[in-house]
């Protein structure tokens, strides 16, 4: 069975500018969470998706927004960029939301931001 | 103050060691990670506990909910055990949520 896959792995990007990453997760996985790493910050959790609902969101601007479609793929986009955008995003996805559910984490997306 | 505190940041160790890697928190919970690191950014979850032990190969994790306290151990450690553990909880109020501990950078060498 096919891991999480997340698109794309590596981007440069400008502040000021919008941008989309994509997580596909595994087969049957109807849950998706979406983190970012930083060096400074370590791994903060951004927000979960379940049959194309919002279900948690963690504080973080409303630049930072995201969706699920009805095949669980996900995307999250961040609007006006800044500098201190610049992480790790992973997405992870899980079979069903909620307490005592194993994630599965992608590769990650490696943003930097000029 | 961060909700979770993971000890020590870096540890380095020699193989065969017998490795342990902490972790505190301060909010009750409805269950907690240990996940695997490695360089290029890939994470691999290696235990969800909400109490008592678990083990797989050469790894063992421990929770004691009334101390607020789990640890990881690695037996017989080897270098491709080099990597960032990262502790992580899912508070009892927080739906899905997980709250990060910093990490532990661990190094074993041959």
């Known amino acids: 069975k096919a891991g999480v896959t997340q698109t794309p792995r590596y981007l440069i990007k400008t502040r000021g500018q919008q941008v989309t990453l994509s997580c596909s997760p595994i087969s049957g996985h109807r849950s998706v969470s979406w983190y970012q790493q930083t060096p400074g910050q370590g791994l903060q959790f951004l927000f979960e998706?379940?049959?194309?609902?919002?279900?948690n969101k963690g504080n973080f601007p409303g630049r930072f927004s995201g969706r699920q479609f009805s095949n669980s793929r996900s995307e999250m986009n961040v609007s006006t960029l800044e500098l201190g955008d610049s992480a790790l995003y992973l997405c992870a996805s899980s079979l069903l939301p909620g307490q005592g559910r194993t994630q599965y984490f992608g590769p990650g997306t490696r943003l930097l931001v000029l | 103050k961060n909700e979770v505190e993971q000890s020590p940041q870096n540890l380095t160790a020699q193989e065969g060691e017998f490795i342990t890697i902490n972790c505190s928190y301060s909010v009750g919970i409805s269950a907690l990670h240990w996940l695997q690191q490695h360089p290029g950014g890939g994470i691999v979850s290696l235990f969800m506990l909400s109490s008592g032990k678990k083990k797989h190969g050469r790894l063992i994790a421990t929770i004691n909910i009334q101390e607020k306290h789990s640890s990881l151990h690695i037996t017989a450690s080897h270098p491709r055990d080099s990597a960032v553990y990262i502790c992580a909880v899912r508070p009892s109020n927080s739906g899905y949520a997980l709250n990060f501990g910093k990490g532990t950078s661990l190094l074993v060498t041959p």
């Open positions: 998706y379940f049959s194309e609902t919002q279900r």
